[in-house]
């Protein structure tokens, strides 16, 4: 065609889920807040070992070593871990520290937290700073949400601005943007041989939460976003239907059309149904994630933001104030009625596959 085409097919799935967390770090005290995980957000960004299945988030979930990790906030040897009536066995300790999540003083003999922990009072001060940033987002943008969801409209799909924003404008553009120092910088290595990387946990947990995953297929990019209570494709059967549709935007087999039709994905002849962005409106979406992303790095350069947060990079203030700001900035425009929900969030029972056709959207970007 002469020109190179990138399409990004992106399906969100989000539901009010439960989130176990790790967290701590000697800086940032707990305050009145639970000495649970359950209770936490957690997220951990940086480099992984790929022969490993478990991730950080399920090495904290294993057992009583979320306890371990709390109890840990300020250093502690053994000893002390078994004086406050902590059950643990050593081996525990050794797994937490080669997942550096525990860091391990040989002169102290000291276990201390390497995770950072925002307990209620640091997340208080945190949020309401965000909610502000929010507020001043939702103003600016104001005039371009209108217009996405009024193009939306005519297309019968407004309950797709939901998608939209989650999928790209408040998650897939300010990904794009943390390279090197998150993902590349952090080497594994015989003393950090599963993951290195930073962590936080923040007190309470978030409404709801979901992931993104990114497939290459055919020269495309596919992304995909599921939650657990949401409708959702069989894996393999979404795969199918991604190498299929790359092609030539319609599902050509038959048999994958007759098992994917309850969907909302497709017409009766195959040819996608989804909304698709053409290049002035891809821009116009990246335009909106910009200033997003933007509002972002100005709160992460915020003085009184980087003494809370305590990290050690603006990277990391801005990758752990994105993932604030998206889930803020969507619940805002969801609680307000200005974008419409996609499915129950409440009751799964009350939704159906052909929710599906609502959550998915396709944007060409030409370069």
């Known amino acids: 065609m002469g020109k190179q085409i990138i399409y990004v097919l992106c399906i969100i799935a ?76 050593q081996s525990q300790l050794e797994l937490l520290v080669d997942w550096n999540l525990l860091e ?6 000291t ?98 939460g979901a992931g993104v995953f990114s497939m290459p297929v055919e020269g495309d990019q596919f992304f995909i976003v599921s939650a657990a209570g949401s409708p959702r494709l069989d894996f393999k059967q979404f795969m199918a239907f991604v190498k299929d549709a790359a092609v030539d935007h319609k599902v050509d087999d038959p048999e994958l059309r007759k098992s994917l039709s309850g969907f909302d994905l497709f017409d009766d002849e195959g040819n996608l149904t989804v909304p698709t962005f053409e290049k002035d409106w891809s821009m116009k979406l990246e335009n909106i994630a910009k200033n997003v992303f933007s509002k972002t790095t100005e709160l992460a350069n915020d003085k009184g933001m980087k003494v809370i947060l305590g990290m050690e990079t603006l990277a990391q203030a801005e990758m752990f104030l994105h993932y604030e700001i998206r889930h803020a900035f969507l619940i805002h425009l969801l609680e307000r009625g200005t974008i419409p929900v996609p499915f129950d969030f409440e009751n799964e029972d009350n939704n159906s596959p052909s929710d599906v056709g609502n959550l998915t959207f396709l944007m060409k970007v030409i370069k």
């Open 14 to 89: 989000c539901i009010i889920v439960s989130i176990h967390l790790c967290a701590a770090q000697s800086s940032h005290k707990m305050g009145p807040s639970p000495a649970t995980l359950d209770e936490y957000d957690f997220v951990a960004r940086g480099k992984m070992s790929g022969d490993r299945e478990a991730r950080p988030e399920q090495i904290a979930r294993m057992d009583n070593n979320g306890e371990i990790l709390l109890a840990c906030l300020e250093a502690k040897t053994g000893g002390q871990l078994q004086s406050s009536g902590l059950k643990f066995l």
């Open 111 to 208: 276990y201390n937290t390497t995770v950072h922990v925002y307990g209620i009072d640091e997340a208080t001060a945190i949020r309401r700073k965000v909610n502000e940033a929010v507020n001043e987002l939702a103003m600016e943008l104001n005039t371009d949400v209108q217009s996405l969801k009024n193009h939306l409209s005519q297309m019968g799909r407004e309950k797709a601005l939901f998608a939209i924003f989650y999928a790209y404008i408040l998650h897939g553009y300010a990904m794009q943007q943390f390279g090197d120092e998150i993902y590349q910088q952090p080497q594994l290595s015989g003393e950090y041989p599963f993951w290195k990387g930073y962590a936080w946990a923040i007190y309470p947990k978030k409404k709801f």
């Open 104 to 109: 391990y003083d040989s002169i102290n003999k």
